[in-house]
């Protein structure tokens, strides 16, 4: 409850309210931190690791987000997903393993994401841990609850023979499956063959337009953005994210 609403704070935008509140909550988060670690991996632990890589984006250094992804993301690994699933049935079977691959694609989100403000770090998750794992099933049916049908892998998607065209056309694939596929396949190639050329000598870091690393703003400088100096980089990874989208799609 605490870290659903730490990430909530966010949304307000006024600076007194979000800095009185959101300091108060996420202050209470880093005390209770190293209880929420020493639990079992799970997929309520990964959820608040997941709200607090989120909260971790209102401040302004780099290294306390990536030591909370790269947690959320050990979690993530770490967990018996056969276990849940073992233990439902029916419907509720459904609903948990849906509610796991969402999850899964999330931190796999914020994974690139975070690796495209850091210009010359490659993603941490990569293609062969994602390759088997379903796309999420269509908006209505997870509103709904109505397990109907099948979703493709990232791989069988991603491949013609498996998945033509026209059975996107006439499946149940939602705009998030399609989103997802792009936002977290194409742009994690993005994101990485930008590593690739900066290695090499093909472009540098500045000629990419490489956001400016948050860890050398000071945490002095003036802002009006109540969401701290993250917020810029954050803003241009996700600009990066939507141009591959668009050119993926046109």
Not at 35 to 53: E, G
Not at 94 to 104: F, G, N, Y
Not at 107 to 127: E, G, K, M
Not at 154 to 181: K, M, R
């Amino acid at each position: 409850m605490l870290s659903i609403l730490a990430v909530a704070c966010r949304a307000q935008q006024d600076r007194k309210f979000h800095m009185h509140y959101r300091n108060a909550l996420a202050w209470r988060l880093v005390r209770i931190l190293p209880q929420i670690l020493s639990q079992p991996s799970d997929l309520d632990k990964l959820q608040i690791l997941c709200h607090l890589v989120m909260l971790t984006m209102s401040g302004i250094h780099m290294e306390p987000l990536v030591w909370m992804l790269s947690q959320c993301i050990h979690t993530m690994r770490t967990i018996d997903w056969s276990a849940a699933s073992t233990n439902t049935v029916g419907k509720e079977r459904w609903s948990v393993a849906e509610e796991q691959k969402r999850t899964m694609w999330f931190v796999t989100f914020l994974d690139r994401i975070i690796a495209a403000w850091r210009s010359n770090h490659p993603c941490n998750i990569q293609y062969e841990e994602l390759a088997l794992l379903e796309l999420p099933c269509h908006e209505q049916q997870w509103l709904d609850q109505t397990p109907e049908g099948w979703q493709p892998t990232l791989e069988s998607f991603n491949d013609p023979v498996s998945w033509p065209l026209e059975l996107t056309q006439t499946s149940s694939l939602g705009y998030f499956a399609l989103d997802t596929s792009l936002q977290v396949h194409c742009f994690g190639h993005v994101v990485d063959y930008r590593v690739h050329c900066i290695r090499r000598g093909v472009a540098t870091a500045s000629s990419v337009d490489a956001p400016t690393p948050p860890f050398e703003i000071s945490a002095r400088s003036s802002t009006s953005d109540p969401f701290g100096n993250l917020a810029l980089p954050l803003r241009r990874a996700v600009e990066l994210n939507n141009v591959s989208t668009l050119a993926m799609t046109t």
